[in-house]
């Protein structure tokens, strides 16, 4: 069974840092999994922001945070970072990761994963 732990949230202030972490386990000897970023804040709906191919290490970020948001894999660890510069308060929100084997990360953010995690708190005060 696949399981996804998010980590790194936090309160931080306008203009901050942070850099959140996707532990995964369970993902057996397939490479071929997409691994999703996703937020949902208080009375929104949930956005997609990005996902990362494991096998060819394939990106795509979402329009609205593209130039402060950047996700990396570390495949020796199972390990997905979403770094997140220049917060703003309008990032607050629950982040959370998602995997898949079977969507696509090359043309459009995929939506709907088979697999997610608990999701982990970020707050940016102004």
């Known amino acids: 069974e696949v399981r996804l732990v998010e980590s790194g949230g936090g309160l931080v202030q306008a203009g901050g840092s942070l850099r959140l972490t996707c532990a995964g386990s369970?993902?057996?000897?397939?490479?071929?999994?997409?691994i999703g970023w996703f937020r949902q804040a208080p009375g929104k709906e949930r956005e997609g922001v990005s996902c990362?191919?494991?096998?060819?290490?394939?990106?795509l970020i979402a329009d609205s945070v593209k130039g402060r948001f950047t996700i990396s894999t570390d495949t020796t660890k199972n390990t997905v970072y979403l770094q997140i510069n220049n917060l703003k308060p309008e990032d607050t929100a629950v982040y959370y990761c998602?995997?898949?084997?079977?969507?696509?990360?090359?043309?459009?953010?995929?939506?709907?994963?088979?697999?997610w995690g608990q999701g982990t708190q970020v707050t940016v005060s102004s």
């Open positions: 998602a995997a898949d084997r079977w969507v696509s990360c090359t043309t459009s953010l995929p939506l709907h994963y088979d697999y």
């Open positions: 990362i191919s494991r096998s060819d290490g394939d990106t």
């Open positions: 369970g993902f057996a000897h397939h490479n071929d999994w997409i």
